[in-house]
């Protein structure tokens, strides 16, 4: 392989020599590439392919089973309505984990930047981006030791109210939100504060000499500035959350049932495959959905960050 | 507004640490019950040495973050020189190829390659994980050697070629060093995506081979114990020390660049 890097280098200089061991460069830009694209393929767009062949077959091909062709797996959505409240329930705590990301994310972003600054800042946005460098699991178990009943609210809350009832939260949806906010919060602030660093304050000064308002400078200054942030940050927290399914077992218990669970279901417990992908491609299809009704919104994004 | 702003960093702060904290405090408290008053002890620690299940579970989890460090470094390495050093047709759709990885939520690659995986007769287990690790690597790999490739300049490997050098050598005494940098970071951030994945692991995980997030959520869902917080613990610390070699390491990098 690094044979062929060098052939294509040599072509790349240009020199004398190159004549001597000619070697079309397309063949060392092959070499370079394809032990990549062949993992991907094995690894990633081979599975998404046979996955989309199971959502179309009446059982798992394996063994004697003689699988035939049917829609019917799509259509468990319309003859078992509860799978569209699962859907909705999915969406739901994706809107709300990112919606709440993005108003706490942009907000510590700007008091990032206000509050301080130098060794500080970096100091204060280090210890911000610690905790997502922690196990996923590990932080979603930890909200367990919060919420539970007889948990570290509890006793908190009990240190100043002796015999006060537990507030129970685990098991409950805002108990996952809460746990789904703290697992991607950092990730929201990160891509925040990138983009507020590049606001020159130069122009909010002119503004406000100028006679701006706070709320006028954060409509027309620091939110469209902003923008390719908090659409980065959204696209990272929503396409986890929408399929998340640790979580919701986890924090949810049997209020949990979101598409995720189900599919894992389908996969580790009923063992009917088919189905299951077909649930998968429903998902991938809603976020697809998803991403074209705010492409609008999103393409803005992608302006703004070729200005920048 | 400052104090009103360092009033809300330092609530984002509590929020954020306060459940972690709380969770390590559990992890040297004696009771198997999580019970107060809190009675300082490292019985869950000493617990973990004779659990061979989650040793042996660690133990897979560091040998496929390694290979899944070195593998996607390699082969990352590789693709990033071509795709940012040359010019070819369908660049751009190659570079769009990277992004399903690490756009398409997990359950559904996690699920696909289970089904294609068992499918095709390539099974589950070690060598099912780390493909999977590996192929949600390889985008990270790429885009990080990529951004320490635009900082070494394409002459100075053409400057040590017309005084002599073979591209071959010229690559690797040149451009190399120079690089070494953004290839550690890249390594290092590999192996932490790879220590750090649960739901591929999770559907690719046998009865026999598992890695240690695997464990731990199978672990929480039987219920909770004093001594998930303990291994939980230990998993912290790791990943605080590894976070501080990457910043040390992108430190270097920085003032290499900057030479």
């Given amino acids: 392989m690094q044979g062929e890097l060098a052939g294509g280098g040599l072509r790349q200089a240009r020199s004398g020599r190159s004549l001597k061991r000619a070697m079309p460069v397309w063949v060392g830009t092959l070499a370079l590439l394809l032990p990549t694209y062949l993992w991907l393929t094995l690894a990633i767009f081979l599975p998404l392919l046979g996955m989309l062949v199971f959502s179309f077959l009446t059982k798992a091909p394996f063994g004697n089973a003689k699988p035939a062709f049917t829609f019917d797996q799509y259509l468990a959505f319309v003859r078992q309505p509860y799978l569209i409240d699962v859907a909705w329930t999915s969406l739901r705590l994706a809107l709300v984990t990112t919606g709440l990301c993005m108003i706490l994310g942009l907000a510590a972003a700007m008091a990032l930047k206000q509050a301080a600054s130098g060794r500080a800042r970096t100091i204060l946005f280090m210890l911000i981006i610690l905790p997502f460098w922690t196990n996923g699991l590990i932080r979603i178990f930890s909200w367990t030791m919060v919420l539970r009943e007889g948990g570290f609210i509890d006793m908190v809350i009990r240190a100043f109210w002796p015999g006060a009832p537990s507030i129970g939260l685990l098991y409950s949806e805002p108990a996952i939100i809460i746990g789904l906010v703290h697992g991607y919060l950092p990730y929201m602030i990160l891509t925040c504060f990138i983009s507020l660093l590049a606001i020159d304050d130069d122009l909010i000064d002119a503004a406000r000499s100028l006679g701006a308002r706070n709320y006028v400078i954060f409509g027309k200054i620091i939110l469209p500035l902003a923008l390719p942030g908090l659409i980065s940050g959204a696209v990272l927290t929503f396409v986890p959350v929408i399929g998340c399914f640790m979580e919701p077992r986890i924090l949810g218990g049997r209020v949990g049932v979101t598409m995720g669970t189900v599919i894992e279901d389908q996969f580790t417990s009923a063992f009917n495959w088919p189905r299951g992908a077909a649930f998968s491609f429903s998902m991938l299809a809603l976020v697809l959905v998803v991403f074209a009704l705010f492409s609008s919104v999103l393409r803005q994004g992608g302006i703004a960050r070729e200005d920048g | ?259």
């Fill in chain 2, 1 to 259: 507004m400052t104090h009103v702003a360092r009033a809300f960093l330092l609530g984002v702060l509590l929020f954020l640490y306060a459940p972690i904290i709380v969770m390590v405090a559990m992890a040297f408290n004696a009771s198997p019950l999580y019970a107060m008053p809190f009675e300082f002890s490292t019985r869950w620690f000493g617990a973990l040495a004779g659990d061979a299940v989650l040793i042996d579970s660690t133990r897979n989890s560091l040998v496929i973050a390694v290979l899944t460090a070195v593998i996607a470094t390699i082969l990352g390495t590789a693709a990033s020189l071509a795709l940012e050093r040359k010019r070819f047709m369908g660049r751009a759709i190659l570079r769009i190829l990277l992004l399903p990885p690490i756009a398409i939520p997990w359950i559904i690659s996690g699920t696909a390659m289970l089904l294609f995986f068992f499918w095709t007769g390539i099974g589950r287990g070690f060598h099912a994980m780390l493909i999977g690790h590996v192929a949600l690597a390889i985008p990270y790999v790429v885009l990080v050697v990529g951004t320490g490739l635009k900082n070494v300049r394409v002459d100075l490997e053409e400057a040590a070629q017309s005084l002599g050098s073979t591209p071959l050598h010229a690559f690797f005494a040149v451009t190399l060093p120079l690089l070494a940098p953004s290839i550690a970071a890249a390594a290092l951030f590999a192996f932490a995506v790879s220590l750090d994945q649960f739901v591929i692991s999770y559907f690719l995980a046998t009865p026999g081979y598992s890695t240690l997030p695997v464990q731990i959520y199978t672990a929480i869902r039987k219920g909770f114990t004093p001594e998930i917080n303990a291994i939980s613990a230990l998993l912290l610390g790791f990943s605080m020390l590894a976070i501080l070699a990457f910043v040390c390491l992108s430190k270097a990098g920085g003032t290499l660049e900057r030479r």
